[in-house]
Antibody, heavy 122, light 108 residues
Framework: QVQLQESGPGLVKPSETLSLTCSVS????????WSWIRQPPGKGLEWIGY???????NYNPSLRSRVTLSIDMSKNQFSLKLSSVTAADTAMYYC????????????????WGQGTLVTVSS | SSELTQDPAVSVALGQIVRITCQGD??????ASWYQQRPGQAPVLVIY???NRPSGIPDRFSGSNSGNTASLTITGAQAEDEADYYC???????????FGGGTKVTVL
């Protein structure tokens, strides 16, 4: 069973870069696509982007200019960087695995991390 | 951009049937997946594909897809089914993922 665990600072200052890492255990990082999803307090889920072990990425257009995903196969980890953060980026951030379809990504997120709350405040 | 629309809230009597819907153009080419999120917890996948349940998900949960609408049905709602439910799908034109706004299910 795949398990995911997010890590990173819980407090980021406005205009700085949010950096989170997701550690994957119980499965090979080359078996799936890997995604970040966030949820502002009291609100719904927002897909941020996904990365494949090859390094190919796909980002939510609303965040594309500020998001970078990367993957480290040697450590079975993938990471999120979100630049120029504001209070609107305050949210619970989840990492999750995205299924692999026949010719590319699937559409379901079967395994999720427990989430990490990131607050943007000075 | 793709959007998925869900009713904000629905209530159901204990043991009765409740259906939650999700509408969006991306559903014409990609089946919806459904997630249950209890307060303070991460979402849990309950339905994916045509109508598949991950291991451990009770068979009272079922899904269907028709045209631009997907539905999640709970047949015989239990107290523990009280939660927020989110649908998601993938836009086949650009492989981007999208979530619905969520439906809060209250079991009376």
């Amino acid at each position: 069973q795949v398990q995911l665990q997010e890590s990173g600072p819980g407090l980021v200052k406005p205009s700085e870069t949010l950096s989170l890492t997701c550690s994957v255990s119980g499965g090979s990082i080359s078996s799936y696509y890997w995604s970040w999803i966030r949820q502002p307090p009291g609100k719904g889920l927002e897909w941020i982007g996904y990365i494949y072990y090859s390094g190919s990425t796909n980002y939510n257009p609303s965040l594309r200019s500020r998001v970078t995903l990367s993957i480290d196969m040697s450590k079975n980890q993938f990471s999120l960087k979100l630049s120029s953060v504001t209070a609107a980026d305050t949210a619970m951030y989840y990492c999750a695995n995205l299924s692999r379809g026949r010719y590319g990504p699937g559409s379901e997120f079967a395994y999720w991390g427990q989430g990490t709350l990131v607050t943007v405040s000075s | 951009s793709s959007e998925l629309t869900q009713d904000p809230a629905v209530s159901v009597a204990l043991g009765q049937i409740v259906r939650i819907t999700c509408q969006g153009d991306s559903l014409r080419n990609c089946s919806a997946s459904w997630y249950q999120q209890r307060p303070g917890q991460a979402p849990v996948l309950v339905i994916y594909g045509k109508n598949n349940r991950p291991s451990g998900i009770p068979d009272r949960f079922s899904g269907s897809n028709s045209g631009n609408t997907a539905s999640l049905t709970i047949t015989g709602a239990q107290a523990e089914d009280e939660a927020d439910y989110y649908c998601n799908s993938r836009d086949s034109s650009n492989n981007q993922l999208v979530f619905g706004g969520g439906t809060k299910v209250t079991v009376l």
